[in-house]
């Protein structure tokens, strides 16, 4: 059997055929030649002529360990709707570098595993797999999916931190996924119905959700007639909560008495109101739990003479973590506590932190609502990370522009260091 033949037989490439081989130790390089001798567009247009022609590879399925490369002349037309365009040819898929085998394999495989290890199976590049993905969603979404839609869901994803969103919505009639968007807000709900044209929007019967505040506001924006339901998944029902609620750790929190004792640490039923009432430090976009955090007194204490000195009382202890309790004590920053905590920066700004507490620390701020953050949490971490590096730079930089007799400049110090 001649080597050409053995290769029509374990290809079969539709509309083609194998006219030479070329082996070498790491690949197979297979010439091919089409079948139809007129050139096609992908629109659909043919013609006897052609404009110009160049060769090009395209990578096929492996055999064994050797990559399959698939060679053909590929030629252009000049068509009268679409210009000079390349050919159409049946192995693979238009600006496409892999035949369709190979980006079907790869496709079949990123449904069932992540991108890094479909690449490494594959023995291509990772932007391959993702160029291969967005080629074929493009070319082989449904455009009807927006339409008939009667009941459907909306729900949220985190694909990459800190806090990367999709927001997904499925068809509960036949159990799909009809659009992805990135984001999780009241815009990317928005941006499915924009996509549906007026008459599609009224169909919709029933939107079930997790609460989100951003997708009722975009429900009833666009389909206000639609019926607003909740997710199973986010819903406790009566008993279920009676069973959680019987096998809890119930804990509970006593309120001090008005008596003001005499010692610098606060007992256990004073130190414990005051994280709960806190719930986290209380300096500005720290999210450091109230458990790991330092009992301040906003008056100092007496240690010489407690009568004298600042109470260790509720209305006198602020939690702070321990950065921000050293940061309090360096002399950077002042801190005001007539009638509230504020914080006054070096520059001349001053802030007035939102504590988290349960009770709104003491009446006097309300409680933080996650919605109007300025920045995530992961934010804040990184952010100090950054600054952490910045400071160790600085340092650095210094160092290396100092004299090799000079001595490194010692820290301040004060009459009253941070008392921990």
């Not at 409680?367 to 600085?394: F, G, K, L, S």
Request: aromatic share 6%.
């Amino acid at each position: 059997m001649r080597v050409s033949t053995a290769f029509n037989r374990l290809l079969q490439i539709p509309g083609a055929s194998v006219s030479d081989v070329s082996i070498t130790d790491d690949s197979v390089e297979v010439t091919v030649r089409l079948a139809a001798r007129r050139v096609k567009c992908p629109c659909g247009y043919t013609s006897a002529a052609a404009y110009d022609h160049a060769p090009r590879r395209w990578r096929h399925l492996d055999f064994g360990r050797h990559k399959v490369w698939v060679k053909y002349p590929i030629r252009r037309i000049e068509c009268p709707t679409c210009g000079v365009r390349t050919e159409d040819i049946p192995w693979a898929r238009p600006t496409a570098r892999h035949t369709r085998d190979f980006e079907d394999m790869v496709l079949w495989l990123v449904t069932r595993t992540d991108r890094t290890s479909v690449s490494t199976l594959m023995r291509c590049a990772w932007r391959t797999v993702t160029s291969i993905v967005t080629r074929a969603v493009d070319a082989l979404i449904d455009s009807r999916r927006l339409e008939n839609l009667y009941r459907i869901g909306v729900d949220e994803i985190c694909y990459r931190h800190p806090h990367k969103y999709l927001t997904i919505v499925g068809d509960h009639d036949t159990g799909k996924v009809v659009y992805i968007t990135e984001g999780r807000g009241r815009d990317s709900f928005s941006e499915f119905f924009e996509q549906q044209s007026a008459k599609e929007r009224d169909k919709v019967q029933v939107v079930s959700m997790d609460g989100s505040p951003a997708f009722r506001a975009a429900a009833e924006d666009h389909v206000p007639r639609a019926r607003q339901c909740m997710d199973p998944f986010h819903v406790v029902d009566a008993a279920h909560a009676r069973d959680i609620a019987a096998d809890a750790d119930v804990e509970p929190v006593r309120v001090p008495n008005s008596e003001t004792p005499t010692t610098y640490r606060p007992g256990t039923v004073l130190d414990t109101w005051m994280r709960v009432l806190a719930g986290g430090c209380e300096w500005l976009h720290c999210d450091v739990a109230a458990w790991n955090t330092d009992l301040d007194h906003h008056r100092p204490f007496g240690h010489s003479d407690p009568a004298a000195g600042g109470p260790t009382a509720a209305g006198n202890l602020t939690a702070y973590c321990r950065n921000h309790h050293r940061l309090k004590h360096s002399g950077h920053w002042q801190v005001n506590s007539d009638g509230g905590i504020e914080l006054v920066a070096p520059t001349g700004h001053r802030y007035r932190p939102r504590s988290a507490g349960i009770l709104g620390a003491r009446g006097r701020d309300r409680i933080v609502d996650p919605a109007t953050r300025r920045r995530t949490r992961a934010q804040n971490t990184t952010a100090r990370i950054r600054a952490e590096r910045r400071r160790r730079q600085a340092h650095l930089d210094a160092a290396r522009r100092r004299s090799p007799g000079e001595r490194v400049p010692e820290a301040d110090a004060t009459d009253e260091p941070a008392p921990f």
